[in-house]
C-alpha cells in the first residue's frame, strides 16, 4: 500500500473505514500510535511493517489485560503476536467501544479456544483460569513446572482450579456434551453484565 510515512490517501482511508468500525480520522489514529511503537521500523520499512509481539505490547492501553498475549496471538495471521497494521488495526476495531456485542464474543470464544478445536473445553478453561489469578502468565502453553509455579504464586490449588473449570462447564455446557460450544458460549457471555468492558481498548 505504498511506502514511505504520509498519510493514506482519501481511497486507502475510505477501504479501511468500510472493513472497521473507525471513520478514517480514527483510522489514521490507530495509525499514528502503531508508528509510535517502533518509529525507526516504521521510518525505514514504511507505514505497514511487521512489528514484533514485543514491540506492540508497550502499548499501554493493553497492559492491564490479562489476555494481552493470547489477543495478539488471535489477532496475527501467524499466530505469533507479530503483526502489520492492518492487522493491528482489524485487533484495534474489534476491541473498540464501537464493535458490537457479537463481534467481542467471536474473539473472545477464539482466545479462550486454547487448542482451536471448536470447543472451549476443560484444559482450555484451566488456562484461562490461570491467565486470571497470575497475569505474569504469557503463551498459550504451559508446562507442568511452570503451572505449578502459577499455582504457588496465585494461592489457588490445582484441585480448586478443576473444580472451577468444571463449575463452568456444567453452567454453560447446553447440550451436556462436556464441552462449551461457540452457540453455548455465545448464549451465556450474551447474559454476562460486563462482559464487553473486559474486551474493550481505546486508543
Known amino acids: 500500500m505504498g511506502q514511505g510515512t504520509s498519510a493514506y490517501d482519501q481511497s486507502e482511508l475510505a477501504e479501511f473505514q468500510d472493513l472497521t468500525y473507525f471513520t478514517k480520522r480514527e483510522v489514521l489514529h490507530v495509525h499514528k500510535r502503531f508508528a509510535e511503537l517502533a518509529p525507526e521500523k516504521v521510518k525505514q520499512h514504511g507505514r505497514n511493517p511487521t512489528l514484533t509481539k514485543e514491540e506492540i505490547l ?3 492501553e ?8 493470547r489477543i ?11 503483526m502489520n497494521f492492518e492487522q493491528f488495526l482489524d485487533m484495534m476495531s474489534q476491541l473498540s467501544s464501537k464493535a458490537p456485542l457479537e463481534t467481542k464474543i467471536d474473539f473472545a470464544f477464539k482466545i479462550y479456544d486454547f487448542n482451536e478445536d471448536g470447543q472451549i473445553c476443560e484444559n482450555d478453561l484451566q488456562k484461562v483460569i490461570l491467565f486470571l489469578v497470575q497475569p505474569a502468565v504469557t503463551g498459550a ?3 507442568s513446572d511452570e503451572r505449578n509455579q502459577v499455582i504457588k504464586n496465585s494461592l489457588i490449588t490445582d484441585d480448586q482450579i478443576k473444580k472451577l473449570a468444571q463449575k463452568v462447564i456444567n453452567e454453560m455446557d447446553m447440550d451436556d456434551d462436556g464441552s462449551i460450544s461457540y452457540l453455548d458460549f455465545k448464549h451465556g457471555m450474551s447474559k454476562l453484565n460486563g462482559f464487553e468492558e473486559s474486551f474493550k481498548v481505546t486508543l
Do not use: C, Q, Y
Open 58 to 60: 508497550l502499548l499501554p
Open 62 to 69: 493493553l497492559a492491564a489485560n490479562p489476555f494481552k498475549e
Open 72 to 82: 495478539l496471538e488471535v489477532f496475527s495471521d501467524a499466530g505469533d503476536g507479530n
Open 141 to 143: 502453553t504451559l508446562t
